[in-house]
Protein backbone atom coordinates (compact mmCIF):
# COMPACT_ATOMS: atom_id res chain seq x y z
CA UNK A 1 0.00 0.00 0.00
CA UNK A 2 2.69 2.87 1.22
CA UNK A 3 5.45 1.08 -0.76
CA UNK A 4 3.47 1.75 -4.12
CA UNK A 5 3.05 5.11 -3.04
CA UNK A 6 -0.49 5.84 -4.32
CA UNK A 7 -0.47 9.53 -3.59
CA UNK A 8 1.72 10.55 -6.83
CA UNK A 9 -1.52 10.81 -8.38
CA UNK A 10 -2.20 13.66 -6.84
CA UNK A 11 0.80 15.40 -6.91
CA UNK A 12 0.42 18.77 -9.48
CA UNK A 13 0.76 17.80 -13.23
CA UNK A 14 4.44 18.72 -13.18
CA UNK A 15 5.54 16.98 -10.37
CA UNK A 16 7.34 14.07 -10.94
CA UNK A 17 10.37 12.23 -8.78
CA UNK A 18 13.70 14.09 -9.81
CA UNK A 19 17.08 12.62 -10.57
CA UNK A 20 19.66 12.48 -7.45
CA UNK A 21 22.12 13.55 -9.44
CA UNK A 22 20.23 17.28 -8.88
CA UNK A 23 21.67 17.52 -4.83
CA UNK A 24 25.31 15.77 -5.26
CA UNK A 25 26.40 18.86 -5.15
CA UNK A 26 27.75 21.34 -1.78
CA UNK A 27 24.96 23.92 -0.43
CA UNK A 28 27.85 26.61 -1.22
CA UNK A 29 27.87 25.37 -5.06
CA UNK A 30 24.41 25.27 -4.83
CA UNK A 31 23.86 29.05 -3.99
CA UNK A 32 27.08 29.94 -6.16
CA UNK A 33 24.58 31.01 -9.07
CA UNK A 34 22.47 33.24 -7.03
CA UNK A 35 25.72 35.24 -6.08
CA UNK A 36 26.18 35.60 -9.82
CA UNK A 37 22.66 36.27 -11.56
CA UNK A 38 21.24 38.18 -9.04
CA UNK A 39 24.06 40.35 -7.36
CA UNK A 40 22.23 43.43 -7.57
CA UNK A 41 18.97 42.09 -6.00
CA UNK A 42 17.93 42.83 -2.63
CA UNK A 43 18.67 39.69 -0.56
CA UNK A 44 17.84 40.81 3.31
CA UNK A 45 16.21 44.06 4.75
CA UNK A 46 17.05 45.04 8.31
CA UNK A 47 15.28 48.21 9.36
CA UNK A 48 15.35 49.75 6.75
CA UNK A 49 18.97 48.54 5.37
CA UNK A 50 18.98 47.03 2.73
CA UNK A 51 21.69 44.33 1.55
CA UNK A 52 22.42 42.67 -1.71
CA UNK A 53 22.82 39.36 -2.92
CA UNK A 54 26.59 40.51 -4.11
CA UNK A 55 27.42 42.25 -0.36
CA UNK A 56 26.46 39.00 1.68
CA UNK A 57 28.32 37.13 -0.83
CA UNK A 58 31.20 39.43 0.08
CA UNK A 59 30.64 39.79 3.98
CA UNK A 60 30.84 35.82 3.74
CA UNK A 61 33.68 35.57 2.10
CA UNK A 62 35.28 37.89 4.44
CA UNK A 63 33.67 36.01 7.52
CA UNK A 64 35.05 32.25 5.99
CA UNK A 65 38.83 34.13 5.25
CA UNK A 66 38.93 35.49 9.27
CA UNK A 67 38.16 31.52 10.52
CA UNK A 68 40.67 30.13 8.37
CA UNK A 69 43.14 32.97 9.53
CA UNK A 70 42.10 32.32 13.30
CA UNK A 71 43.04 28.26 12.72
CA UNK A 72 39.38 26.76 11.94
CA UNK A 73 39.81 24.24 9.40
CA UNK A 74 37.45 22.01 7.78
CA UNK A 75 34.93 20.00 10.03
CA UNK A 76 35.57 22.50 13.54
CA UNK A 77 32.17 23.59 14.53
CA UNK A 78 30.59 27.43 14.77
CA UNK A 79 27.70 27.85 17.17
CA UNK A 80 25.67 30.72 15.69
CA UNK A 81 23.99 32.46 18.83
CA UNK A 82 21.92 34.92 17.39
CA UNK A 83 18.55 36.43 16.48
CA UNK A 84 17.21 36.84 12.77
CA UNK A 85 20.01 39.54 12.03
CA UNK A 86 22.35 40.16 8.79
CA UNK A 87 25.17 38.88 10.92
CA UNK A 88 23.13 35.48 11.44
CA UNK A 89 22.78 35.28 7.58
CA UNK A 90 26.59 35.84 6.99
CA UNK A 91 28.02 33.44 9.74
CA UNK A 92 25.77 30.96 8.35
CA UNK A 93 27.17 31.05 4.81
CA UNK A 94 30.68 32.10 5.82
CA UNK A 95 30.78 29.13 8.09
CA UNK A 96 29.96 26.94 5.46
CA UNK A 97 32.66 28.73 3.16
CA UNK A 98 35.50 28.05 5.58
CA UNK A 99 34.17 24.59 5.64
CA UNK A 100 33.48 24.33 9.04
CA UNK A 101 29.94 22.73 10.26
CA UNK A 102 26.97 25.58 11.80
CA UNK A 103 25.14 25.00 14.80
CA UNK A 104 21.98 26.92 15.50
CA UNK A 105 22.42 27.87 19.69
CA UNK A 106 19.22 29.97 20.95
CA UNK A 107 19.78 33.26 22.12
CA UNK A 108 16.84 32.26 24.34
CA UNK A 109 19.04 29.85 26.19
CA UNK A 110 20.35 29.87 29.77
CA UNK A 111 23.99 29.07 30.22
CA UNK A 112 23.52 25.59 31.78
CA UNK A 113 22.02 24.61 28.27
CA UNK A 114 24.49 26.94 26.27
CA UNK A 115 27.01 25.00 28.31
CA UNK A 116 25.64 21.83 27.64
CA UNK A 117 25.31 22.04 23.82
CA UNK A 118 28.96 23.39 23.68
CA UNK A 119 30.12 21.46 25.08
CA UNK A 120 28.13 18.19 23.13
CA UNK A 121 29.28 20.06 20.02
CA UNK A 122 33.09 19.81 21.30
CA UNK A 123 33.23 15.89 21.75
CA UNK A 124 35.62 14.41 19.82
CA UNK A 125 38.45 17.14 19.62
CA UNK A 126 37.01 19.73 17.10
CA UNK A 127 37.49 23.48 17.77
CA UNK A 128 34.61 25.68 18.36
CA UNK A 129 34.10 29.12 17.59
CA UNK A 130 30.60 31.08 19.06
CA UNK A 131 29.32 33.81 17.14
CA UNK A 132 27.05 35.75 19.94
CA UNK A 133 25.64 39.03 20.45
CA UNK A 134 27.71 41.76 23.21
CA UNK A 135 24.30 41.13 25.54
CA UNK A 136 24.62 37.48 26.08
CA UNK A 137 28.65 37.60 25.96
CA UNK A 138 28.25 40.31 28.88
CA UNK A 139 25.72 38.19 30.82
CA UNK A 140 25.90 34.09 29.73
CA UNK A 141 28.86 33.66 27.88
CA UNK A 142 31.77 34.88 30.10
CA UNK A 143 30.51 32.89 33.13
CA UNK A 144 30.64 29.38 30.71
CA UNK A 145 33.83 30.30 28.82
CA UNK A 146 36.55 28.76 30.59
CA UNK A 147 34.78 25.80 31.58
CA UNK A 148 34.68 24.90 27.60
CA UNK A 149 38.23 24.22 26.87
CA UNK A 150 37.09 23.21 23.15
CA UNK A 151 36.09 26.99 22.68
CA UNK A 152 39.11 28.63 20.73
CA UNK A 153 37.39 31.84 19.81
CA UNK A 154 34.07 33.93 20.17
CA UNK A 155 32.90 37.13 18.38
CA UNK A 156 30.58 39.15 19.05
CA UNK A 157 28.40 41.55 17.74
CA UNK A 158 25.27 44.15 18.49
CA UNK A 159 21.71 43.76 17.08
CA UNK A 160 21.97 47.48 15.90
CA UNK A 161 25.31 47.22 14.42
CA UNK A 162 24.22 46.98 10.76
CA UNK A 163 22.17 50.01 11.05
CA UNK A 164 23.47 53.93 10.45
CA UNK A 165 25.14 55.34 13.08
CA UNK A 166 22.42 57.85 13.99
CA UNK A 167 19.17 55.13 13.90
CA UNK A 168 22.42 52.51 16.50
CA UNK A 169 22.55 56.26 18.59
CA UNK A 170 19.32 56.97 18.93
CA UNK A 171 18.28 53.23 19.63
CA UNK A 172 20.86 52.78 22.24
CA UNK A 173 19.95 56.76 23.74
CA UNK A 174 16.30 55.24 23.99
CA UNK A 175 17.41 52.14 25.42
CA UNK A 176 15.80 50.54 21.96
CA UNK A 177 19.23 48.45 21.04
CA UNK A 178 20.39 46.90 23.85
CA UNK A 179 23.90 46.87 24.39
CA UNK A 180 26.79 45.92 26.48
CA UNK A 181 30.52 46.29 27.14
CA UNK A 182 32.70 43.22 25.83
CA UNK A 183 35.50 43.31 28.30
CA UNK A 184 38.48 40.91 26.56
CA UNK A 185 39.71 37.03 28.51
CA UNK A 186 43.10 36.59 29.06
CA UNK A 187 42.53 32.79 27.84
CA UNK A 188 40.33 33.10 24.64
CA UNK A 189 40.56 35.61 21.56
CA UNK A 190 37.22 37.77 21.31
CA UNK A 191 36.88 39.49 18.07
CA UNK A 192 34.25 42.46 16.97
CA UNK A 193 32.31 41.50 13.99
CA UNK A 194 32.90 44.71 12.27
CA UNK A 195 36.31 44.54 12.62
CA UNK A 196 36.16 41.51 10.04
CA UNK A 197 34.88 43.71 6.91
CA UNK A 198 38.13 45.60 7.88
CA UNK A 199 40.80 43.50 7.97
CA UNK A 200 39.97 40.41 5.50
CA UNK A 201 39.55 40.22 1.87
CA UNK A 202 36.03 39.09 0.02
CA UNK A 203 37.90 37.09 -2.50
CA UNK A 204 36.24 33.34 -2.19
CA UNK A 205 38.43 30.97 -0.22
CA UNK A 206 39.80 27.53 -1.59
CA UNK A 207 38.30 25.03 0.09
CA UNK A 208 37.84 21.35 -0.96
CA UNK A 209 34.11 20.21 -0.17
CA UNK A 210 32.05 17.20 -0.76
CA UNK A 211 28.47 16.70 -1.01
CA UNK A 212 29.09 14.25 1.90
CA UNK A 213 30.52 16.49 4.07
CA UNK A 214 28.95 17.52 6.92
CA UNK A 215 27.04 21.00 6.86
CA UNK A 216 25.39 21.37 10.01
CA UNK A 217 24.69 20.01 13.83
CA UNK A 218 21.26 21.48 14.60
CA UNK A 219 19.78 20.74 18.25
CA UNK A 220 16.42 19.17 18.75
CA UNK A 221 13.86 21.77 20.87
CA UNK A 222 14.49 18.76 23.84
CA UNK A 223 10.68 19.17 24.56
CA UNK A 224 11.20 15.35 25.34
CA UNK A 225 13.78 15.19 26.87
CA UNK A 226 17.83 16.46 26.48
CA UNK A 227 18.34 17.91 23.34
CA UNK A 228 20.25 15.97 20.83
CA UNK A 229 22.39 17.40 17.89
CA UNK A 230 20.63 16.37 14.47
CA UNK A 231 23.78 15.50 11.98
CA UNK A 232 23.34 17.26 8.22
CA UNK A 233 25.23 16.51 5.10
CA UNK A 234 25.55 19.00 2.22
CA UNK A 235 23.50 16.61 0.50
CA UNK A 236 20.84 16.20 3.06
CA UNK A 237 20.16 20.02 2.80
CA UNK A 238 20.27 20.61 -1.11
CA UNK A 239 18.04 17.88 -1.41
CA UNK A 240 15.27 18.96 0.71
CA UNK A 241 15.80 22.71 -1.09
CA UNK A 242 15.73 21.05 -4.58
CA UNK A 243 12.33 18.81 -3.96
CA UNK A 244 10.69 22.01 -2.25
CA UNK A 245 11.61 24.25 -4.77
CA UNK A 246 10.45 21.88 -7.94
CA UNK A 247 7.13 21.24 -5.98
CA UNK A 248 6.58 25.16 -5.28
CA UNK A 249 7.34 26.23 -9.00
CA UNK A 250 8.46 29.55 -7.39
CA UNK A 251 10.47 31.40 -10.16
CA UNK A 252 13.93 32.33 -9.29
CA UNK A 253 14.64 35.78 -8.74
CA UNK A 254 11.04 37.00 -8.48
CA UNK A 255 9.69 37.02 -5.11
CA UNK A 256 10.07 38.44 -1.55
CA UNK A 257 9.57 36.81 1.80
CA UNK A 258 8.42 37.72 5.27
CA UNK A 259 9.17 35.50 7.73
CA UNK A 260 9.43 35.19 11.69
CA UNK A 261 10.65 31.66 12.50
CA UNK A 262 13.86 32.08 14.13
CA UNK A 263 16.98 30.40 11.78
CA UNK A 264 18.84 29.00 14.95
CA UNK A 265 15.27 26.17 13.76
CA UNK A 266 15.08 23.82 11.26
CA UNK A 267 12.25 25.47 9.80
CA UNK A 268 13.61 29.24 9.90
CA UNK A 269 17.08 28.00 8.74
CA UNK A 270 15.52 25.61 6.18
CA UNK A 271 13.34 28.64 4.65
CA UNK A 272 16.07 31.05 4.77
CA UNK A 273 18.38 28.50 2.40
CA UNK A 274 15.01 28.05 0.19
CA UNK A 275 15.32 31.93 -0.55
CA UNK A 276 19.45 31.90 -0.99
CA UNK A 277 18.71 29.07 -3.53
CA UNK A 278 16.37 30.98 -5.33
CA UNK A 279 17.57 33.99 -5.25
CA UNK A 280 14.75 35.80 -3.13
CA UNK A 281 14.84 38.74 -1.40
CA UNK A 282 13.85 37.98 2.61
CA UNK A 283 13.02 40.11 5.21
CA UNK A 284 14.96 39.99 8.77
CA UNK A 285 12.38 39.51 12.06
CA UNK A 286 14.64 39.62 15.28
CA UNK A 287 11.55 39.23 17.54
CA UNK A 288 8.89 37.21 16.25
CA UNK A 289 5.89 38.65 18.80
CA UNK A 290 6.52 41.79 17.36
CA UNK A 291 3.54 41.28 14.87
CA UNK A 292 3.47 45.31 14.46
CA UNK A 293 6.89 45.49 12.51
CA UNK A 294 5.99 42.10 10.77
CA UNK A 295 3.09 44.05 9.16
CA UNK A 296 4.73 47.23 8.60
CA UNK A 297 7.47 44.74 6.50
CA UNK A 298 4.48 42.99 4.83
CA UNK A 299 3.07 46.55 3.76
CA UNK A 300 6.43 47.62 2.11
CA UNK A 301 7.47 44.94 0.24
CA UNK A 302 4.48 43.08 -0.42
CA UNK A 303 6.36 39.80 -0.15
CA UNK A 304 5.11 36.72 -2.17
CA UNK A 305 5.16 34.28 0.70
CA UNK A 306 4.70 34.69 4.01
CA UNK A 307 6.34 31.63 6.38
CA UNK A 308 5.49 31.35 9.57
CA UNK A 309 4.36 28.69 13.00
CA UNK A 310 0.50 28.87 13.14
CA UNK A 311 0.33 30.83 16.83
CA UNK A 312 2.16 33.76 14.83
CA UNK A 313 -0.57 33.24 12.03
CA UNK A 314 -3.14 33.54 14.65
CA UNK A 315 -1.76 36.75 15.98
CA UNK A 316 -1.66 38.10 12.69
CA UNK A 317 -4.86 37.42 11.09
CA UNK A 318 -6.71 39.00 14.58
CA UNK A 319 -4.38 41.88 14.01
CA UNK A 320 -6.83 44.88 12.09
CA UNK A 321 -3.88 46.43 10.68
CA UNK A 322 -3.24 43.02 8.74
CA UNK A 323 -6.29 42.58 7.83
CA UNK A 324 -6.76 45.99 6.12
CA UNK A 325 -3.35 44.66 4.05
CA UNK A 326 -4.02 43.98 0.51
CA UNK A 327 -2.99 40.38 0.34
CA UNK A 328 -2.73 39.79 -3.46
CA UNK A 329 0.70 39.65 -4.08
CA UNK A 330 0.91 36.54 -1.52
CA UNK A 331 0.80 33.58 -3.55
CA UNK A 332 1.58 30.91 -0.33
CA UNK A 333 1.61 31.47 3.01
CA UNK A 334 3.64 28.55 4.89
CA UNK A 335 2.79 26.84 8.03
CA UNK A 336 4.80 24.40 9.72
CA UNK A 337 5.78 23.17 13.02
CA UNK A 338 2.73 22.79 14.81
CA UNK A 339 -1.02 22.05 14.54
CA UNK A 340 -2.94 24.99 12.83
CA UNK A 341 -6.57 24.19 14.03
CA UNK A 342 -8.72 23.94 11.03
CA UNK A 343 -10.77 27.07 11.79
CA UNK A 344 -7.72 28.80 12.49
CA UNK A 345 -6.94 27.91 8.92
CA UNK A 346 -10.42 28.84 7.56
CA UNK A 347 -10.20 32.71 9.55
CA UNK A 348 -6.53 33.17 7.72
CA UNK A 349 -7.95 32.29 4.09
CA UNK A 350 -10.58 34.67 4.51
CA UNK A 351 -8.20 37.31 4.62
CA UNK A 352 -5.34 36.81 2.46
CA UNK A 353 -7.25 34.84 -0.15
CA UNK A 354 -8.30 31.28 -0.57
CA UNK A 355 -6.27 28.85 -1.35
CA UNK A 356 -2.81 30.41 -0.59
CA UNK A 357 -2.35 28.57 2.72
CA UNK A 358 -0.13 25.46 2.05
CA UNK A 359 0.51 23.76 5.18
CA UNK A 360 3.52 21.36 5.35
CA UNK A 361 5.05 19.03 7.66
CA UNK A 362 8.51 17.90 8.46
CA UNK A 363 11.63 17.90 11.50
CA UNK A 364 14.74 18.20 11.92
CA UNK A 365 15.76 15.35 11.34
CA UNK A 366 14.43 15.00 7.72
CA UNK A 367 16.11 18.41 6.93
CA UNK A 368 12.60 20.17 7.24
CA UNK A 369 10.12 19.40 5.13
CA UNK A 370 8.79 16.24 3.81
CA UNK A 371 5.18 16.45 2.75
CA UNK A 372 3.25 19.43 1.99
CA UNK A 373 0.03 20.58 0.21
CA UNK A 374 -0.04 20.83 -4.00
CA UNK A 375 1.36 23.97 -4.76
CA UNK A 376 -1.55 24.71 -7.71
CA UNK A 377 -3.92 21.22 -7.11
CA UNK A 378 -6.20 20.45 -4.23
CA UNK A 379 -5.38 21.49 -0.81
CA UNK A 380 -6.50 20.06 2.32
CA UNK A 381 -6.95 22.12 5.06
CA UNK A 382 -6.33 20.35 8.20
CA UNK A 383 -3.66 18.23 6.65
CA UNK A 384 -0.29 18.69 6.08
CA UNK A 385 -0.65 17.56 2.23
CA UNK A 386 1.30 14.89 0.24
CA UNK A 387 4.31 12.96 0.63
CA UNK A 388 6.56 15.21 -1.71
CA UNK A 389 8.88 13.61 -4.57
CA UNK A 390 11.28 10.73 -3.84
CA UNK A 391 10.24 10.21 -0.79
CA UNK A 392 8.91 7.21 0.87
CA UNK A 393 6.74 7.02 3.54
CA UNK A 394 4.85 4.84 5.95
CA UNK A 395 2.50 4.76 9.01
CA UNK A 396 3.30 1.95 11.49
CA UNK A 397 2.05 0.75 14.98
CA UNK A 398 5.05 1.56 16.97
CA UNK A 399 4.41 -1.37 19.33
CA UNK A 400 4.29 -3.92 17.02
CA UNK A 401 5.95 -2.29 13.71
CA UNK A 402 3.18 -2.95 11.58
CA UNK A 403 1.65 -0.95 8.78
CA UNK A 404 -1.38 0.73 9.54
CA UNK A 405 -4.68 1.01 7.51
CA UNK A 406 -5.60 4.27 5.72
CA UNK A 407 -8.09 6.25 8.40
CA UNK A 408 -6.05 5.12 11.17
CA UNK A 409 -3.29 6.52 13.33
CA UNK A 410 0.32 5.21 12.99
CA UNK A 411 4.14 6.79 13.34
CA UNK A 412 5.55 8.50 10.53
CA UNK A 413 8.31 6.64 9.27
CA UNK A 414 10.54 8.51 6.35
CA UNK A 415 13.03 7.53 4.20
CA UNK A 416 15.20 9.79 1.46
CA UNK A 417 17.79 11.05 0.98
CA UNK A 418 17.06 14.44 3.07
CA UNK A 419 16.91 11.71 6.35
CA UNK A 420 20.10 12.66 9.00
CA UNK A 421 22.97 11.06 9.20
CA UNK A 422 22.37 10.38 12.96
CA UNK A 423 22.33 12.17 16.63
CA UNK A 424 26.21 13.80 16.92
CA UNK A 425 27.58 11.42 19.80
CA UNK A 426 24.71 8.82 20.43
CA UNK A 427 25.14 5.60 18.37
CA UNK A 428 22.53 4.00 20.54
CA UNK A 429 19.82 6.86 19.40
CA UNK A 430 20.45 6.89 16.29
CA UNK A 431 19.81 3.27 15.65
CA UNK A 432 16.69 3.45 17.52
CA UNK A 433 15.62 6.15 15.11
CA UNK A 434 17.18 4.96 11.89
CA UNK A 435 15.34 1.12 11.47
CA UNK A 436 17.54 -1.11 9.15
CA UNK A 437 15.29 -0.21 6.30
CA UNK A 438 16.73 3.76 6.38
CA UNK A 439 13.32 4.94 7.58
CA UNK A 440 13.18 7.31 9.91
CA UNK A 441 11.17 7.07 12.83
CA UNK A 442 9.91 10.43 13.66
CA UNK A 443 7.64 10.09 16.92
CA UNK A 444 4.88 11.93 15.28
CA UNK A 445 1.43 10.36 14.84
CA UNK A 446 -0.48 11.07 11.69
CA UNK A 447 -3.32 9.60 9.58
CA UNK A 448 -3.09 9.27 5.99
CA UNK A 449 -6.89 9.61 3.64
CA UNK A 450 -7.41 7.09 0.45
CA UNK A 451 -5.96 10.36 -1.22
CA UNK A 452 -2.67 10.11 0.11
CA UNK A 453 -2.64 13.23 2.59
CA UNK A 454 -1.56 13.43 6.05
CA UNK A 455 -2.96 14.46 9.14
CA UNK A 456 -0.68 14.96 12.16
CA UNK A 457 -2.83 13.93 15.15
CA UNK A 458 0.08 13.85 18.17
CA UNK A 459 3.77 12.78 19.24
CA UNK A 460 3.99 9.34 20.47
CA UNK A 461 4.85 11.28 22.94
CA UNK A 462 2.35 13.54 23.82
CA UNK A 463 -0.51 10.64 23.53
CA UNK A 464 -2.84 9.86 26.60
CA UNK A 465 -3.72 6.74 27.49
CA UNK A 466 -7.31 7.09 29.15
CA UNK A 467 -8.25 3.51 30.61
CA UNK A 468 -6.72 1.49 28.11
CA UNK A 469 -7.30 3.88 24.87
CA UNK A 470 -5.36 6.03 23.05
CA UNK A 471 -6.38 9.73 22.96
CA UNK A 472 -4.36 12.00 20.40
CA UNK A 473 -4.34 15.34 21.77
CA UNK A 474 -3.74 16.95 18.38
CA UNK A 475 -6.98 15.54 17.63
CA UNK A 476 -9.06 16.29 20.56
CA UNK A 477 -7.57 20.52 20.42
CA UNK A 478 -8.75 20.69 16.64
CA UNK A 479 -12.44 20.08 17.75
CA UNK A 480 -12.43 21.85 21.10
CA UNK A 481 -11.29 24.65 19.37
CA UNK A 482 -14.29 25.12 17.90
CA UNK A 483 -16.14 26.47 20.75
CA UNK A 484 -16.66 30.44 20.82
CA UNK A 485 -14.91 31.08 24.00
CA UNK A 486 -11.56 29.15 22.97
CA UNK A 487 -8.43 31.03 21.52
CA UNK A 488 -5.90 27.94 22.28
CA UNK A 489 -6.08 24.89 24.03
CA UNK A 490 -3.28 22.06 25.03
CA UNK A 491 -4.60 18.69 26.16
CA UNK A 492 -2.06 16.98 28.49
CA UNK A 493 -2.58 13.18 30.52
CA UNK A 494 -2.38 13.65 34.19
CA UNK A 495 -2.61 10.43 36.52
CA UNK A 496 -5.50 9.11 37.51
CA UNK A 497 -6.19 9.26 41.25
CA UNK A 498 -8.68 6.75 41.23
CA UNK A 499 -6.85 4.01 38.52
CA UNK A 500 -3.32 4.27 39.12
CA UNK A 501 -1.24 3.56 35.95
CA UNK A 502 -4.63 5.23 34.04
CA UNK A 503 -4.40 8.93 33.55
CA UNK A 504 -7.42 11.41 32.67
CA UNK A 505 -7.39 14.19 30.43
CA UNK A 506 -6.23 17.98 31.13
CA UNK A 507 -7.07 20.85 28.84
CA UNK A 508 -5.22 24.52 29.27
CA UNK A 509 -7.49 27.05 27.49
CA UNK A 510 -6.57 30.71 26.40
CA UNK A 511 -9.69 32.37 26.30
CA UNK A 512 -10.45 34.68 23.44
CA UNK A 513 -10.10 37.86 24.92
CA UNK A 514 -13.27 39.02 23.02
CA UNK A 515 -15.34 36.35 24.53
CA UNK A 516 -17.63 37.56 27.47
CA UNK A 517 -19.04 34.97 30.25
CA UNK A 518 -20.30 35.06 33.71
CA UNK A 519 -18.35 33.39 35.62
CA UNK A 520 -15.68 30.70 35.28
CA UNK A 521 -17.04 27.81 36.86
CA UNK A 522 -20.27 27.90 34.18
CA UNK A 523 -17.48 28.45 31.33
CA UNK A 524 -15.81 25.56 32.38
CA UNK A 525 -19.43 23.56 32.72
CA UNK A 526 -20.13 24.85 29.26
CA UNK A 527 -16.87 23.61 27.45
CA UNK A 528 -16.96 20.08 28.92
CA UNK A 529 -20.73 19.19 27.84
CA UNK A 530 -19.59 20.95 24.59
CA UNK A 531 -16.63 18.10 24.49
CA UNK A 532 -19.12 15.79 25.15
CA UNK A 533 -21.31 16.47 21.96
CA UNK A 534 -18.30 16.01 19.73
CA UNK A 535 -15.71 13.71 21.13
CA UNK A 536 -15.68 10.30 22.85
CA UNK A 537 -16.54 9.92 26.02
CA UNK A 538 -13.01 8.96 27.27
CA UNK A 539 -11.59 12.10 25.18
CA UNK A 540 -13.97 14.61 27.23
CA UNK A 541 -11.28 16.73 29.38
CA UNK A 542 -12.04 16.00 33.32
CA UNK A 543 -10.10 18.97 34.39
CA UNK A 544 -10.04 22.48 32.86
CA UNK A 545 -7.60 25.11 33.56
CA UNK A 546 -8.00 28.69 32.10
CA UNK A 547 -5.16 30.82 31.53
CA UNK A 548 -4.56 33.86 30.10
CA UNK A 549 -1.52 32.66 27.47
CA UNK A 550 -0.33 29.58 26.95
CA UNK A 551 3.61 29.02 27.05
CA UNK A 552 5.41 28.98 23.83
CA UNK A 553 8.65 27.59 23.18
CA UNK A 554 11.50 28.96 21.83
CA UNK A 555 9.73 28.94 17.97
CA UNK A 556 6.17 28.94 18.89
CA UNK A 557 4.78 26.06 19.62
CA UNK A 558 2.39 25.46 22.51
CA UNK A 559 4.93 24.12 25.41
CA UNK A 560 3.42 20.77 26.92
CA UNK A 561 6.67 19.89 28.98
CA UNK A 562 5.77 23.21 30.62
CA UNK A 563 2.36 22.55 30.77
CA UNK A 564 3.28 19.43 32.67
CA UNK A 565 5.45 20.92 34.99
CA UNK A 566 2.97 23.66 36.21
CA UNK A 567 0.03 20.74 36.33
CA UNK A 568 2.57 18.79 38.68
CA UNK A 569 3.71 21.34 40.43
CA UNK A 570 -0.14 22.66 41.35
Not at 4 to 29: A, G, H, Q, S, Y
Not at 227 to 238: D, F, I, Q, R, S
Not at 239 to 268: Q, T, Y
Not at 390 to 398: F, G, R
Request: aromatic share 10%; proline share 5%; hydrophobic share 40%.
Amino acid sequence: MYSERFWTKNWDENIKDLNPKMWDKTFVEAISSTFEDFKEKIALTYFGVEITFGELDSYSNQLANMLKDNGFEKGDIIGINLPNIPECVIAYIGTLKAGCLASGVSPLLSEVQMEYQLRNLGEGGRKVGLITLDVIYEARVVKIAKKLPQLNLIITTNIGQFLPRIKRFLGKLLKKIPSAKVKPLSFLKVVNFKDIFEKYSSNKPEIELSPEDTALILFTGGTTGKPKGVVLTHKNVVCDVVIVSNWLGWERGKGFAVSGFPFFHMGGLYFLEHCLYLGWGQSLIPNPRDVDYIIKQIKEYKPQALVNVPALFQLLFKNPKFRSLDHTNIIGCISAASPFPKKSQEELESVVGQGKLIECYGCTETTALTTMNPSKGLKKLGTVGLPMSNIELKLIDPTTGDLVPLGEPGEICIKGDMVMQGYYKRPEETKKAIDSEGFMHTGDVGIMDEDGYLRIVDRTKDMIIVGGFKVYSNKVEDLLVKHPAIDMIALIGVENPERPGSEIVKAFIQIDSNFNYESEDLLKKDIIEYAKSVCAPFEVPKIIELTKELPLTLVGKIDKKELRYISKKS
